[in-house]
Antibody, heavy 120, light 107 residues
Framework: QITLKESGPTLVRPTQTLTLTCTVS??????????VSWIRQPPGKALEWLAL???????RYSPSLKSRLTITKDTSKNQVVLTVTNVGPVDTATYYC????????????WGQGALVTVSS | DIQMTQSPSSLSASVGDRVTITCRAS??????LNWYQQKPGKAPKVLIY???SLQSGVPSRFSGSGSGTAFTLTISSLQPEDFATYYC?????????FGPGTKVDIK
């Protein structure tokens, strides 16, 4: 059974750096074709894809946020980490990590989501 | 970036109604189109992948069709548990993009 679970702070101050961790089980981050993405959803709004790391460490980012995002993976810890620098109120959202089993596939499994509020 | 649009943005329907939601891509994405259902406070759940393939465990009243730039999600007979928001998403090219969503509520 594939599971993903997001963890991180619930409250972040403006201009700080947000670090979120996705801990996965039921698959290996080194299995050929596998990818893990971060997706966010501001309250009452639509889903927004942020970043993706593939099994071979290929990384992709949303062009509009690329300068502020970093995605990394630690295969030995079964974790994918997203950092967002210089956060502001517009970054308030539920952040999800999601699994793809090959390039171009659907987001087959999702974490439960982590609500992050940016406020002073 | 590939832009995704959906119509309608919301609809009211009754149990037993046939419901159709349309999704369009700003350029051809072949069949790299997926549909998700999201209920309040929950993560999205995939219903249809590769435009027309039913995800395991999803009721057969859900179906998808289309290719290229135009796609549809159909619910043949709306059930009480189907009241939710539906999103299309293209997985052809990064940045992956979602449609703005269609909220289906009770008439």
């Amino acid at each position: 059974q594939i599971t993903l679970k997001e963890s991180g702070p619930t409250l972040v101050r403006p201009t700080q750096t947000l670090t979120l961790t996705c801990t996965v089980s039921g698959f290996s981050l080194s299995t050929s074709g596998v990818g893990v993405s971060w997706i966010r959803q501001p309250p009452g709004k639509a889903l927004e894809w942020l970043a993706l790391v593939y099994w071979d460490d290929d990384k992709r980012y949303s062009p509009s946020l690329k300068s502020r995002l970093t995605i990394t993976k630690d295969t030995s810890k079964n974790q994918v980490v997203l950092t967002v620098t210089n956060v502001g109120p517009v970054d308030t959202a539920t952040y999800y990590c999601a699994y793809q089993y090959y390039t171009g596939s659907e987001f087959d499994s999702w974490g439960q989501g982590a609500l992050v509020t940016v406020s002073s | 970036d590939i832009q995704m649009t959906q119509s309608p943005s919301s609809l009211s329907a009754s149990v037993g109604d046939r419901v159709t939601i349309t999704c369009r891509a700003s350029q051809s994405i072949s069949n790299y189109l997926n549909w998700y259902q999201q209920k309040p406070g929950k993560a999205p759940k995939v219903l249809i992948y590769a435009a027309s393939s039913l995800q395991s465990g999803v009721p057969s009243r859900f179906s998808g069709s289309g290719s290229g730039t135009a796609f549809t999600l159909t619910i043949s007979s709306l059930q009480p548990e189907d009241f939710a928001t539906y999103y299309c998403q293209q997985s052809d090219t990064t940045p992956f993009t979602f449609g703005p969503g269609t909220k289906v509520d009770i008439k």
